[in-house]
């Protein structure tokens, strides 16, 4: 068995369009962006975060606290894919094809 797959490695992506009218929903968009950091998202775009997990197992833990500190109002989305559909994605910039500039640090505990 392969131990780092691509098909075992997620990524999660979050998306949200949250409302932010109000000082109360400001502060709430602050918060739900500030966890989502604080838990190893990174942004992607601007209500785009994502995170990479070694296994299934690891990102079903952080859907489990994304979902924990969802805001009371606004559209979230959580969606969970491999690290080989991942790779299969073709980023642009304008009509300009890019390489994507995603950083993702691996630890590994023996």
């Known amino acids: 068995m392969e131990r780092f797959s691509e098909y075992r ?3 999660i992506l979050v998306f949200f369009d949250l409302p932010t009218e109000t000082k ?3 502060k709430s968009y602050a918060d739900f962006r500030k966890k989502l950091l604080c838990d190893g998202f ?3 775009q601007f209500s785009i975060y994502l995170r990479h997990c070694p296994s299934r197992e690891n990102a079903e833990v952080h859907i489990r606290r994304v979902k924990q ?3 009371p109002s606004g559209n979230i989305g959580i969606l969970c894919i491999t690290d080989k559909q991942f790779g299969q994605m073709e980023f642009f910039s304008g009509a300009k094809e890019e390489k994507p500039t995603i950083q993702t640090q691996q630890l ?3």
């Open 24 to 26: 109360k929903e400001k």
């Open 69 to 71: 500190s969802l805001p």
């Open 42 to 44: 990174t942004m992607f």
């Open 9 to 11: 490695i997620m990524w």
């Open 108 to 110: 590994e505990l023996f």
